[in-house]
């Protein structure tokens, strides 16, 4: 049932997802788990739906953790919701206040929103807690040779080459019409 939640959620039936949820218990007398309330935020959340999806996460009969509350911040950045955005921030510290994720997100809607004194004051309490954003990084594999890189990671040994062919891309792009988010 967690895969035709999860497909509901990124098809954008939130009727069918949430008619499927309902006759778990219902129909088949199956008890939802953390995993598939977590689906259904997803599904409101990508849908617009947060304050549905944030009641959800409060009448959940077991308690909501990181990953649901994570859902529904992400939700709340992608819909500009800085209200309860802050409020799911919040929850996601009580949970784990040394992790930079809600910190970093939270930081940046404010950002988006021009909120600077904000922004210090969440970049401010990373620093009273100790909290230091770690690096992003991705890795793929090419013939076999696993390559990891990290964000402004500068010492490959092809870096120019790298860079060169990024910068052509960037041009293609922009030729192409893409405009870049400043996010």
Same mark, same amino acid.
């Given at each position: 049932?967690?895969g035709?939640?999860?497909?509901? +959620?990124h098809? &954008?039936?939130?009727?069918?997802? /949430?008619?499927?949820? %309902?006759?778990?218990?219902?129909?088949?007398? @199956?008890?939802?788990?953390?995993?598939?309330?977590?689906c259904?935020?997803?599904?409101?959340?990508?849908?617009?739906?947060l304050?549905?999806?944030?009641?959800?996460?409060?009448?959940?009969?077991?308690?909501?953790?990181?990953?649901?509350?994570? +859902?529904?911040l &992400?939700?709340?950045?992608?819909? /500009?919701?800085?209200? %309860?955005?802050?409020?799911?921030?919040?929850? @996601?510290?009580?949970?784990?206040?040394?992790?930079?994720?809600?910190?970093?997100?939270?930081?940046?809607?404010?950002?988006?929103?021009?909120?600077?004194?904000?922004v210090?004051?969440?970049?401010?309490?990373m620093?009273?807690h100790?909290?230091?954003?770690?690096? &992003?990084?991705?890795?793929?594999?090419?013939?076999?040779?696993?390559?990891?890189?990290?964000?402004?990671?500068?010492?490959?040994?092809?870096?120019?080459?790298?860079?060169?062919?990024?910068?052509?891309?960037?041009?293609?792009?922009?030729?192409?019409?893409?405009i870049?988010?400043?996010?």
């Open positions: 049932m967690i035709v939640l999860c497909a509901c +959620s098809a &954008g039936l939130v009727e069918e997802g /949430r008619r499927y949820f %309902l006759s778990m218990t219902r129909d088949y007398g @199956l008890v939802p788990m953390k995993d598939h309330y977590t259904m935020v997803d599904l409101l959340g990508r849908a617009g739906h304050d549905e999806a944030k009641s959800l996460i409060e009448t959940m009969p077991v308690e909501p953790d990181a990953v649901v509350w994570g +859902s529904l &992400g939700a709340c950045k992608v819909s /500009r919701n800085i209200t %309860l955005g802050k409020y799911v921030a919040e929850k @996601l510290l009580e949970i784990d206040p040394t992790n930079s994720a809600p910190y970093v997100l939270l930081s940046n809607m404010y950002a988006e929103h021009g909120k600077w004194g904000d210090r004051k969440v970049r401010n309490m620093r009273h100790g909290v230091i954003k770690q690096p &992003g990084y991705s890795w793929i594999e090419i013939m076999g040779d696993m390559h990891t890189f990290m964000v402004k990671d500068k010492r490959h040994p092809q870096k120019r080459e790298i860079f060169s062919v990024l910068k052509d891309l960037t041009e293609q792009m922009k030729l192409a019409g893409y870049p988010s400043m996010v």
